[in-house]
């Protein structure tokens, strides 16, 4: 393990590597640094997937890993989509991940790293993805677990979470609810508080692997742009990261621009990036896209951390609506084969319009990252289909097909 400490992005003041929250001097994000003296490639660990780049995750030893297998997931050139687009494009298809989340990677570290920390009970607020991989990982681990979702969670995601036998928790109103419980019961009672923002600082280092994975794939050659779906964006800074890693090894020279997209009915974010002002919470969040539906209030400060990582990136910000998701992700299963969630679905809902603003270009390379599966929200899909007629012999079935 080359993780030495632990450091405050505000006041620089250093943790070793326990049990961390935020800063207890300033309450600022906690950031992992590494010793990469030495170093000048990726060297592999002898673990299938994600954990192959353990050396640059904060969890020391390997017994302690629990792993379902998570990472090293298709980058999938789509053709067809591209076509359509008139554009080169790449899915990295975070749909196949265990649990149909990309949260699989930041949780397996997060559950590792409690479990080598002696944690008994793990918990985390969640609009649904981290709970489901929080329960699966807790539950392979032989950890009891507590997970606090808003009310208005997907059914789909719900069942998942109860089926790996985690206790649920429905708070109320919008998803920060949840979050402040969760953060406030932990605290109380001792219990290991996962959740997978910013809020400790050991889940957003996993996400540095998506960034090694697209430069292996990629064969050294870079993206010019990524699109990522976020809520307050860990995944993005995770992968800015990874890259600035990739360029501190002498891997790489540049790195690529990141563009983080928002739902237009929950654009925190995106609305500091305009008007080039702090992160504000959103004052009322209302979105189909349930995984980037939050307004990030009482932690406005994780906004601005993913804010500043895509303009030190060079990149942009942009916002999308729920009917544009519903098309991005219809085309996404129709013309290339894969079922995203919409929220999955928004770095693909961007790419049009990025392209009509003449911000991505025609012959540019892009890699939109597609997040999570469409399983987890079937029911929400299943409202935008018309009925299907019943028939009961080969002749009505005959008149259906030519009806067509
Ligand atoms: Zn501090």
């Known amino acids: 393990m ?42 592999k660990a002898a673990f299938p997937g994600m954990w192959a780049y353990m050396e640059l995750l904060p969890v020391r030893d390997p017994r302690s890993v629990i792993s379902l297998g998570e990472g090293w997931t298709p980058l999938l050139s789509v053709p067809r989509l591209g076509e359509n687009l008139n554009l080169n494009l790449y899915v990295k298809n975070e749909t196949v991940e265990p649990t149909g989340s990309f ?20 918990t985390t607020s969640s609009s649904g993805n981290a709970g489901a991989s929080v329960a699966a990982y807790a539950a392979r681990a032989g950890l009891e677990c507590y997970i606090f979702v808003p009310a208005s969670v997907p059914q ?8 790996y036998g985690a206790q649920v928790v429905q708070v109320g109103g919008e998803f920060s609810n ?6 406030e019961i932990s605290e109380r009672r001792g219990w290991s508080n996962l959740t997978s923002t910013f809020a400790s600082p050991y889940p957003t280092e996993a996400n540095k692997t998506v960034a090694y994975e697209l430069w292996e794939q990629l064969q050294g050659e870079l993206p010019d742009w990524i699109l990522i779906p976020i809520a ?34 929950c654009a925190p974010i995106v609305r500091a990036f305009m008007t080039g002002t702090k992160v ?15 307004s ?6 994780d906004g601005d ?11 942009y910000a942009i916002a999308v609506s729920d009917q544009e998701l519903i098309r991005a992700s219809q085309d996404l299963a129709r013309l290339e084969g894969i079922y995203a969630e919409t929220t999955g679905a928004a770095s693909i809902a961007a790419v049009e319009k990025l392209m009509a603003m003449k911000i991505i270009k025609p012959t540019e390379l892009v890699v939109s990252v597609v997040t999570g599966s469409g399983f987890k929200d079937n029911a929400s899909y299943g409202k935008t289909l018309p009925d299907l007629p019943v028939v009961s012999s080969v002749e009505e079935a005959e008149r259906l097909i030519d009806a067509k």
Request: aromatic share 8%; hydrophobic share 40%; net charge positive.
């Open 2 to 43: 080359r993780a030495i400490h632990a450091q405050c992005i505000l006041c620089a003041a250093k943790y070793e590597l326990t049990k961390l929250y935020t800063c207890e001097k300033c309450g600022g994000i906690l950031d992992v640094i590494y010793d990469y003296h030495g170093l000048s490639k990726l060297n």
């Open 178 to 183: 949840a979050y402040h419980i969760a953060k």
């Open 305 to 315: 951390y993913t804010l500043w990582a895509i303009k030190q990136s060079n990149g």
């Open 156 to 163: 789909d995601k719900l069942t998942q979470i109860r089926m």
């Open 280 to 294: 504000v919470a959103w004052e009322r969040t209302e979105t189909i896209a349930s995984g980037i539906s939050d």
């Open 232 to 265: 307050s964006g860990p995944l993005l800074v995770g992968m800015y990261k990874g890259f600035c890693e990739l360029k501190e090894i002498g891997l790489i020279t540049k790195i690529p621009r990141f563009i983080g997209v928002q739902a237009e009915g």
């Open 296 to 301: 990030l209030a009482g932690y406005e400060q």
């Open 103 to 122: 949260k699989d990677r930041p949780i397996s570290v997060a559950v590792s790293k409690a479990r080598e920390l002696g944690a008994k009970t793990v």
